[in-house]
């Protein structure tokens, strides 16, 4: 089960940095043959992947996104986090935490999602 | 990488069949075998239908079926109910340790 906990407020303003962090219960997480990954949806729109990251550290990310994306994993916490930085009204979405079978394979289990809002 | 292309509605009536495509490249869709289907209700996180171009997840009732030929993959919904209204996404992987979507489809059950 993933649980999704927001760092901070639903608005952003221009320029500042998401952060979002997703905690996992049961005995996958410390499996390596998942990865753990983050899909944002802007409002009305379709889903993007953002990047997604191994029990193990390895870390990949959507090429359009990579410059300013960093997922990192925290293992002794079960919890995997995403920060976005410099955002802008394109940021607006909805952000999900996932469960992956493997980098571009699937998803099987999703967190709750959660609006963020970039808004001066 | 471009997203897939989808049809942005498809409808049927209640007991029919319905086949909602997502046309991809040979470097994604055509390339491997790593292409899933969402099904999203308003306001809900997308659920896993098809994996691996035709797996079901344990509990997706049979109804649902995935299929590819050459660039384009198809899922099927058969015996529509009225729960089967949703939006359907596909994903695909292209390589290069990437992941897309395709752009959704509205799924109207008449």
């Given amino acids: 089960q993933l649980q999704l906990q927001k760092s901070g407020p639903g608005l952003l303003k221009p320029s500042e940095t998401l952060s979002l962090t997703c905690s996992v219960s049961g005995d996958s997480f410390s499996s390596n043959r998942y990865d753990w990954g983050w899909i944002r949806q802007p409002p009305g729109k379709g889903l993007e992947w953002m990047g997604s990251i191994y029990y193990s550290g390895s870390v990949y990310y959507n090429p359009s996104l990579k410059s300013r994306v960093t997922i990192s994993i925290d293992t002794s916490k079960n919890q995997f986090s995403l920060n976005l930085n410099s955002v802008t009204a394109a940021d607006t979405a909805v952000y999900y935490c996932a469960r992956g079978g493997a980098i571009g394979a699937y998803f099987d289990s999703w967190g709750q999602g959660t609006l963020l809002i970039v808004s001066s | ?110």
């Fill in chain 2, 1 to 110: 990488q471009s997203a897939l292309t989808q049809p942005p509605s498809a409808s049927g009536s209640p007991g029919q069949s319905v086949t909602i495509s997502c046309t991809g490249t040979s470097s994604d869709v055509g390339a491997y075998n790593y292409v899933s289907w969402y099904q999203q209700h308003p306001g809900k996180a997308p659920k896993l239908i098809i994996y691996e171009v035709r797996k079901r997840p344990s509990g997706v009732p049979d109804r649902f079926s995935g299929s590819k030929s050459g660039n384009t993959a198809s899922l099927t919904v058969s015996g529509l109910q009225a729960e089967d209204e949703a939006q359907y996404y596909c994903s695909a992987y292209p390589g290069n340790d990437n992941l897309i979507f395709g752009g959704g489809t509205k799924l109207t059950v008449l």
